[in-house]
């Protein structure tokens, strides 16, 4: 099993571009989570989904939008990317109570 | 809603020596209380976690305990080693599928 992994590893955008980041689960989980790591701030909810065809928003939501077509996929996009969204984004899943998360992606909006 | 506050920041220790990292939960409901590793440039992993009917866990030179009434759980890293060097999340959450809440992390040092 592959876990979860995360598409891309890095990216660089100017300000205003979009973007679409990619989860992916090979574990069967029902549950599914988007954070994103600042310094001194650790892991912030931004959005997630407890199943397929559902979302829900977490702590900084503003900014982002989710999809879950499928249950072992769970995008992140950003519309119109802000210096503000530099970070590290990590995905996360869990069938019960531990998250497992995936390996990040960097992003550096310009 | 959930506010985990987590203690010290920063955390310099002996090899050989203990390490102790505490956190505060602000919602009485919160039920399950996971610990993460986070080493640099590398994703969160999961070393140990309690749930709220357990007062205490050990996994080898790992614990954590947990005190409902006062609401603050600890992670005790026992004879610490040079590869314990990490940042250090504690998380809380209310239970099955409910959102995890994470402190702001403790980066320890442990220096040979």
């Known amino acids: 099993n592959a876990g979860v992994t995360q598409t891309p590893k890095f990216r660089v955008l100017k300000t205003g571009q979009s973007m679409t980041l990619l989860c992916a689960q090979d574990?069967?989980?029902?549950?599914m989570y988007w954070y994103r790591q600042d310094p001194g701030m650790g892991l912030r909810l931004i959005h997630y989904s407890v199943g397929e065809g559902t979302t829900a928003k977490g702590e900084v939501p503003d900014g982002y939008n989710v999809s879950r077509l499928k249950k072992q996929n769970f995008l992140l996009g950003l519309e119109s990317a802000a210096p503000s969204q530099t970070s590290v984004y990590f995905c996360a899943s869990t069938k019960g109570l531990a998250q497992y998360f995936g390996p990040g992606t960097r992003l550096l909006v310009l | 809603g959930e506010n985990v506050e987590q203690h010290p920041s920063t955390l310099s220790v002996q090899e050989g020596d203990s390490a102790v990292i505490k956190c505060t939960y602000s919602d009485s409901a919160s039920n399950y209380f996971p610990w993460y590793k986070q080493e640099l440039g590398k994703r969160p992993q999961l070393i140990i976690d309690?749930?709220?009917?357990?007062g205490e866990k050990k996994d080898q030179r790992i614990a954590v305990t947990l005190n409902k009434t006062a609401k603050h759980f600890s992670l005790h890293i026992t004879e610490t080693q040079p590869e314990d060097s990490a940042v250090y999340f504690c998380?809380?959450?209310?239970?099955?599928?409910?959102?995890?809440?994470f402190g702001t992390g403790t980066r320890l040092q442990v220096f040979p």
């Open positions: 574990m069967n989980h029902e549950y």
């Open positions: 309690i749930r709220s009917n357990v």
């Open positions: 998380a809380a959450s209310k239970g099955h599928t409910d959102k995890l809440i």
